[in-house]
């Protein structure tokens, strides 16, 4: 990991850690804010990804992705992996709302086939919730010609990462025989998964199929 080798910097951002914190001080957002921009401007990597993060999250200043990015952008540059990947999370997020803007009509003109182009983008990168759409848009057959197996590929994909609207999707299909031989059971060890992660029209199917 590159950073500056300045005791200033270093030391700035100790100070800018312990505000953040609250490491034997009251937790101040905006001294520590001050102090990792002075060690950012001694190009100490640590510092620049903690504005990042502050910018990112909004916490003791206002949330600004713009500024988020280029503290993420600064820091990577000098091979911080943290900063690369929250930049690589914050692009599928951005195909994936692309997604969601054709999808809803937000912004732009409503088109489910452009709402799929985008979530596939997404979708590529592993983005659970795009994989989960993309499940949607085969199942019903919008955007895309209606195909339960591939509905039911993009539901798994997304399950093994515990979506757990794909998890109850999944239920369904099993329940109701969608592109699939029906299996109460298999119905059940879904909704059962979905249902764990407080997913109620899961818990609910689960309790209709146990009755």
Not at 58 to 68: F, M
Not at 75 to 100: H, I, T
Not at 139 to 148: D, L, M, R, S, V
Not at 172 to 199: L, S, V
């Amino acid at each position: 990991m590159a950073e500056s080798n300045s005791d200033d910097a270093r030391d700035c951002y100790w100070l800018g850690d312990k505000y953040y914190f609250g490491k034997n001080v009251l937790r101040d957002y905006d001294k520590a804010r001050r102090w990792y921009e002075k060690a950012a401007a001694l190009r100490h990597a640590d510092a620049q990804y903690s504005l990042g993060v502050m910018y990112h999250r909004g916490k003791g200043v206002p949330q600004d992705y713009d500024k988020a990015r280029q503290w993420y952008e600064k820091a990577a540059a000098q091979g911080f992996r943290a900063a690369q990947k929250k930049l690589d999370d914050m692009d599928v997020r951005n195909l994936y709302q692309r997604g969601e803007n054709y999808r809803l009509g937000e912004g732009v003109p409503q088109d489910y086939d452009m709402a799929r182009q985008w979530y596939e983008k997404a979708a590529a990168r592993d983005d659970a919730a795009a994989q989960y759409r993309l499940g949607v848009m085969y199942h019903n057959g919008w955007g895309a010609p209606q195909k339960f197996r591939t509905a039911r590929g993009w539901y798994e994909a997304a399950a093994s990462q515990n979506h757990a609207d794909a998890q109850k999707a999944l239920g369904d299909m099993y329940r109701y025989g969608e592109g699939i031989k029906q299996n109460d059971k298999k119905a059940c060890q879904w909704y059962k998964k979905a249902a764990a992660q407080g997913h109620e029209e899961a818990r609910n199917a689960l309790h209709e199929l146990k009755g």
